[in-house]
Each structure stands twice: as C-alpha cells, then as structure tokens.
C-alpha cells in the first residue's frame, strides 16, 4: 500500500514538471499561430492573386484548428497541474475537462499529447473522482468498497465535481439574456475536407462573463451524433456581442444541430 502511494505521488510530482513545461511550449506555440494568423489577414486585405489568396486562407483554417486543438490541450494541462498541486479550483479544472472530454474525446488531441489523456484517464482522475465521492481507494488491494462498479463511482465522482453553481442551460428560460443569434449558419461544401459553423451570441443579461462556452452536434447522413464542435471566448461584456467560427472535419457530417451555452 505504502510502496503504491509513494510510486503514485512521484509519478503525479513529475508529471505536475512536465505538464508545466508542456504548457509553456504550448503557449509560445499558440502565440506564434496567433501571431501568423493576424500577419495572413493583413495581407489578405491587399491585392492577391488568386492563387496566393487560396493558400492563405488555406493557411488560416489549418492556424484555426491548431489553435482550437491548443485550446483542448491547455485545459488537459492545466486540470493535471491544479490536480498535483491540490490547488482549491481541483473541482471547476477537472469538471472542464471531463466535459472537454465528453464532447470531443481525445480525436481533438495533437497525437503528441495523448499520453497526458491516457494518464490523466487511467490514473489521475479516477483517484481524483474517488477522493471528491468519499470512495477510499486502496492502490496496493484495490478498492475497499468491491461492490461498487467503477462506472458507479464514476458517475457518482462527476456529480461531486460539478461547479458550485449550475451552468446556463442552452434554454432561455434557464439563462435568460445570453442569446444565440437565429442567423447561425454552416459553411461546409460537400466537397471542402473543412466546414465551419458561424454566428453572434449576445450578452442581453446585464452581466459580465469570465467564460463563455457553445457547443453544436455534429451528426451524420442517419442522423447519428458523431462527435460536438466547440468554441470559448473569455471576458464577454454585458451587452457585449461575440462572433465566434468553429471549424470542424467535413468528413461524415451532414447536419448540425445547437446543443448548449454555457456561461460563467
């Protein structure tokens, strides 16, 4: 038992200095995106060439999916750092990730970073989940409480972990005065590899959020849910607006559908 803890305390030490480092590789890599990504648009408002206009844009949707796939790899970081540095925001960190996780899975990942899902998956957040239901885990005998089913504490750990705080519903009733602009739209030729969902959502609620997060389905030609695209914005003003662009994989999708606004 003693040998099992010690083995999971220095893994979750090490892994705390490698995801910190990750993060930092991540952030110059996110500012250098963003820093071609604003010297493409410049150029696009000159006079180009068709050609050198076409690889441009090119360019821009490939920056815009880096930076969404940066995105879901800085909240996997960050939930793994708070995690082994047992800071108070454990709860709001990992209940992010979970649902991170729940919408995109781990395809969204670079393959470089999928280690830090397998581990955050396979060791962390299940001891995470079974500190936060009041599960004693025994590492070294296994679980003291044999009759409960891991899928069991699992969803037992996610109730426990969720923000203090419900988050808005997608219904209006539940959130009133952040609204989803009807006029959202679907930019995906059937023969682009690249779609995107675009349209306004606006802060009628008299309120400033620190983090607003919408999600859409993503479904194919039989109306089956393949996977959700996302997009956040921080820092929404009362009666501020936000244009946001979510790019996705035009590869089996042919429809898509509103799921949810989350606002904090």
Known sequence: MRKAVLTLLMTFGFMAFLCAQEG?????????????????????????????KTAMESRLQKIDFELEEL?????????????????????????????ELDYRGTKGLPRSREWIV???????????????????????????????????????????????????????????????????RLDAPSWALDGFII??????????YSSVYIVFGLYDVEGNLVRSASDSISNLDAEGTWKFKIF??????????FSEIKAY
């Open 24 to 52: 930092k590789g991540i952030e110059r890599l996110k500012d250098e995106l963003l820093k071609e990504r604003q010297e493409i648009i410049q150029k696009l408002k000159r006079p180009q060439s068709a050609l050198v």
């Open 71 to 99: 995105r879901c790899a800085l909240i996997v970081t960050k939930a793994m750092i708070e995690f082994v540095n047992d800071k108070r925001n454990w709860s709001g960190s990992v209940s992010e990730l979970l649902n």
């Open 118 to 184: 397998s581990t955050l998956k396979q060791s962390i957040l299940p001891a995470f989940k079974a500190t936060y239901s009041g599960i004693t885990v025994d590492l070294g005998e296994g679980p003291t409480h044999p009759t409960e089913t891991p899928q069991k504490k699992f969803e037992e750990a996610k109730r426990t972990i969720q923000p203090a705080s419900p988050p808005p519903s997608s219904t209006s009733s539940l959130q009133p005065g952040l609204e989803l602009d009807v006029n959202w």
């Open 199 to 208: 349209g306004t959502v606006r802060n009628n609620s008299g309120r400033r």
């Open 248 to 257: 996705f994989l035009n590869d089996t999708i042919k429809s898509v559908k």
